[in-house]
């Protein structure tokens, strides 16, 4: 059974810095597209960051570029770093996970197929 395990939100002040860990377990695949997605209230989820867990493409969001980095770790696990955090990236953050695709964009129409976990939420005060 897939499942998706989401850790490290908190709060933290602007500037500050933040990590968020993903396991994704169920999946027979040695590499899967994950990703970081948020939605804060009123507003629509958006895409992140996302990677291959090969770890050889990732994408990123214009507004976080430079800010945050999505790097794999051991089997289907992914890191979320978040620096220089801003009060507009308070949102909940979810992970997301696809298997057996190898478009990983975060415009991708694979994401359509995902599994999501539960969401960490993540406060950054100004």
């Known amino acids: 059974q897939v499942q998706l395990v989401e850790s490290g939100g908190g709060s933290v002040q602007a500037g500050g810095s933040l990590r968020l860990s993903c396991v994704a377990s169920?999946?027979?695949?040695?590499?899967?597209?994950m990703g970081w997605f948020r939605q804060s209230p009123g507003k629509e989820r958006e895409g992140v960051a996302t990677?291959?867990?090969?770890?050889?493409?990732t994408y990123y969001a214009d507004s976080v570029k430079g800010r945050f980095t999505i790097s794999p770790g051991n089997k289907n696990t992914v890191y979320l770093q978040m620096n220089s955090l801003k009060h507009e990236d308070t949102a909940m953050y979810y992970c997301?996970?696809?298997?057996?695709?190898?478009?990983?964009?975060?415009?991708?129409?694979?994401?359509?197929?995902?599994?999501w976990g539960q969401g960490t939420q993540v406060n950054v005060s100004s």
């Open positions: 169920g999946y027979s695949y040695s590499s899967i597209c």
């Open positions: 997301a996970a696809v298997a057996g695709s190898l478009f990983c964009s975060l415009t991708s129409r694979s994401w359509r197929s995902a599994r």
């Open positions: 990677i291959y867990t090969d770890g050889i493409s």
